[in-house]
């Protein structure tokens, strides 16, 4: 019998095992959440990079447009001007001089009024016949006195015109003829007619606006700031003036109270300075899925990470129970978890290594304009987040079976619909190497069985998948199928899967059906195989189905594994399995209004921008109980479905079903009730079913899956 005193170190050794427990966990979580960091900064700084650049461009091209018709519009003045001094005679007569100018006018709409000035005999001609006052002295004005001091075109500061009063610029050229100096050709252009040239290039998330020398607007989305008679805004004056003195892109908040980054660009011929303006969210939104799949695949991990250290710290604390029992079984426990967070360590780090690789790709292909590539990176991001999601799936069947939480649900079944799955399956799994598949089957009159289907599929496809992944480019699978009946009320079914791949040696047989086993000393055996968790599963779903296992397998001659399972005879059909009714799988039925309870941000938002992409109305709440309430304040039928998550504060989603379910309104028993879930356990689904859900989705959400329950359940 143990002393106390030999009890101690056991105890001792225990709490030290639970310590390094939490402080694994908490170092874990900590790199997980530096790497979200770094990632998030490293994304902000690219993209403001990128948008920067974008938005320069996008300036430069306004200037481009601003300058060319500035520049046509001086080209038609020294054309005209030209004209004249070749032929002098065409403004010698004043009459003729008006009616040659208004078609010069009627030429080009562009033109609000042209003129020529200082010639001998008069003072004006304008194309509408218009004289100037007697104190009219036009060597005062810019347009004048900048021609007769310019060899080309001069194109004056904007002004407002004296006959209409609105803002104008105009633009000049001394004229000479062969008996020296004519006079000033002229030509002024409303500013509107600019305006219209700017705003056809606006965007739902972009505009621009022009700004002259001395501050002033002269147009503007927001009309306020729009150049008048009556009034003049001064940038200096706006929410753009920081962007306006600043040297590069400027984050502010707009006249209409949005995001957006501003950017200004500098016209030597017109000596005007255009700003333009990108909403925020047009630069930032692209990038909401990287984002999303970053922040995922981290909450998943931490979430495994969490579940593991609890699985440990469960272990040890049964253990302090019995210090006698504690000492071997800490010892085991601490060989178990350094082999389980090593293994485990591993198969996280592999996928998650690959998003933060294609996650530096797909920001260089974004700054690069590389779109087609930039779509690989993210479909290879989501790939390496579903085998994260595949892993996590195991772990918990694995937990699942070895707690006894894990319950068989046998149900009618039938032989034909299962090997039409499973050729379908075989050709899937065999397109990319190549694989040639046989299948044999010889099955006795009875067509239908009691069995759980998904637990037989999941056995069938871990074999499959192994077969397939373990075998040559061009190599055989076999799979052969039998049933037997040993009495009235039972047969043995029997399956095997026959492969010409590497195979395993006798050693590793003996270990092949523990949890991360994988032969590593087989030459031919690659490390991004698999995680070594499918045959443990395999083998606790035939135990607990109550059936046998057997391998025959040699080193490089390939492997086959029978698997025999005793089911029960009935003569009851199967249920017939929904195949949807051919609608589309991103669309719901037109008018649809929804209540979403869901207390997570970010699955809120995914769930929103699923429902808003089907043009599904929503409407949140944060809990249970508010769910309750909204929809007890909410007109009768308002809501054509509610989509409840189950894990919630304040009220889960089962509590919050069966609320609605006791009203008294007349559509609570009849409004349809849809869980929303990560918990795929069928104990979830029966719970669900007893608080009165109508359907059972599990995340991540797949808008396919959503469109079709509210097809089948608005009908």
Not at 85 to 107: F, G, I, Q, T
Not at 142 to 164: C, K, L
Not at 486 to 509: C, H, K, P, Y
Not at 557 to 570: D, F, K, R
Request: charged fraction near 20%; proline fraction near 4%.
């Amino acid at each position: 019998m143990k002393s106390q005193a030999d009890a101690k170190p056991t105890a001792h050794s225990v709490s030290n095992l639970e310590r390094q427990a939490k402080r694994s966990r908490n170092v874990i979580i900590a790199v997980f959440a530096a790497m979200l960091i770094f990632a998030t900064v490293a994304l902000t700084v690219l993209i403001g990079g990128e948008a920067e650049t974008q938005t320069t461009l996008t300036a430069k091209a306004y200037e481009n447009q601003l300058d060319g018709w500035m520049r046509q519009q001086s080209t038609i003045v020294e054309m005209y001007s030209h004209i004249i001094e070749a032929d002098p005679s065409l403004v010698e007569n004043y009459d003729e001089a008006v009616a040659w100018l208004h078609s010069v006018k009627l030429n080009y709409p562009d033109i609000s009024v042209c003129y020529l000035n200082d010639t001998a005999s008069y003072r004006s001609i304008t194309d509408n016949g218009y004289i100037p006052p007697d104190d009219f002295d036009m060597t005062t004005r810019e347009w004048y006195v900048g021609a007769r001091s310019s060899d080309g075109v001069y194109i004056t500061e904007p002004y407002i015109d004296v006959q209409s009063g609105l803002p104008c610029c105009t633009i000049s050229k001394a004229v000479y003829g062969s008996d020296g100096y004519i006079g000033v050709f002229a030509a002024d252009y409303f500013l509107d007619k600019l305006v219209s040239i700017m705003a056809s290039s606006y965007t739902d998330s972009e505009y621009a606006f022009i700004v002259a020398s001395d501050g002033t607007i002269l147009n503007h989305p927001n009309p306020a700031y729009q150049l008048s008679a009556e009034h003049a805004t001064n940038i200096s004056d706006t929410e753009f003036a920081s962007a306006f003195d600043a040297q590069g892109a400027v984050h502010i908040t707009d006249y209409a109270g949005r995001k957006v980054l501003c950017t200004t660009t500098y016209d030597s011929l017109s000596r005007l300075t255009l700003v333009v303006a990108r909403d925020s969210w047009s630069i930032y939104g692209p990038i909401l899925p990287i984002a999303i799949s970053l922040i995922a695949a981290f909450a998943i991990c931490t979430a495994l990470v969490y579940l593991l250290s609890r699985r440990l710290l469960e272990a040890h604390a049964e253990a302090n129970r019995s210090l006698d029992a504690a000492r071997e079984q800490a010892e085991r426990a601490n060989a178990a978890k350094t082999e389980f967070l090593s293994r485990i360590s591993h198969d996280i780090r592999t996928p998650i290594g690959a998003i933060l690789n294609l996650t530096d790709f797909a920001k260089r292909d974004l700054a690069e304009g590389n779109r087609a590539a930039l779509a690989k990176d993210i479909t290879d991001i989501d790939s390496s987040g579903t085998y994260l999601l595949s892993l996590i799936n195991d772990v918990l069947d694995i937990s699942k079976i070895d707690s006894g939480r894990i319950e068989l649900r046998p149900e009618p079944f039938d032989y034909g619909d299962y090997l039409s799955q499973i050729k379908i399956l075989m050709d899937s799994l065999g397109a990319e190497k190549g694989l040639n598949f046989v299948v044999d089957t010889q099955h006795s009159d009875v067509h239908y069985v009691l069995v759980d289907p998904v637990r037989l599929r999941q056995i069938a496809l871990n074999l499959l998948s192994n077969a397939a992944k373990f075998s040559p480019e061009g190599g055989t699978i076999t799979y052969t199928s039998r049933a037997v009946p040993i009495d009235d009320n039972t047969l043995r079914f029997t399956f095997s899967v026959a492969d010409e791949g590497i195979g395993m040696s006798d050693e590793f047989q003996e270990h092949m059906f523990e949890a991360f086993a994988q032969e590593v000393d087989n030459p031919e055996h690659d490390a991004s195989m698999g995680t070594g968790l499918g045959l443990a599963i395999v083998k606790r779903m035939v135990d607990l189905m109550g059936g046998t296992i057997a391998v025959d397998s040699k080193l490089g001659a390939g492997t086959t594994i029978e698997v025999s399972l005793p089911l029960q005879i009935t003569d009851a059909p199967p249920k017939p399995s929904s195949q949807g009714d051919g609608a589309d799988e991103h669309v719901a039925p037109a008018g649809l209004r929804v209540l979403l309870a869901e207390d997570n941000l970010i699955n809120t938002e995914i769930a929103k921008r699923i429902f808003s992409d089907m043009g599904v109305d929503v409407e949140h709440a944060a809990n249970g109980a508010e769910a309750v309430s909204k929809f007890e304040k909410s007109e009768i039928g308002e809501f054509q479905a509610i989509f409840m998550d189950i894990q919630m504060p304040t009220m889960n989603g089962f509590e919050a079903a069966a609320a609605i379910r006791s009203s008294s309104r007349s559509d609570a028993a009849e409004v349809p009730i849809i869980a929303m879930t990560a918990d795929a356990y069928a104990e979830a689904q029966d719970k669900a079913a007893d608080a009165g859900m109508t359907a059972f989705l599990t995340k991540p959400l797949e808008p396919a899956k959503i469109a079709q329950v509210l097809h089948d359940l608005t009908k």
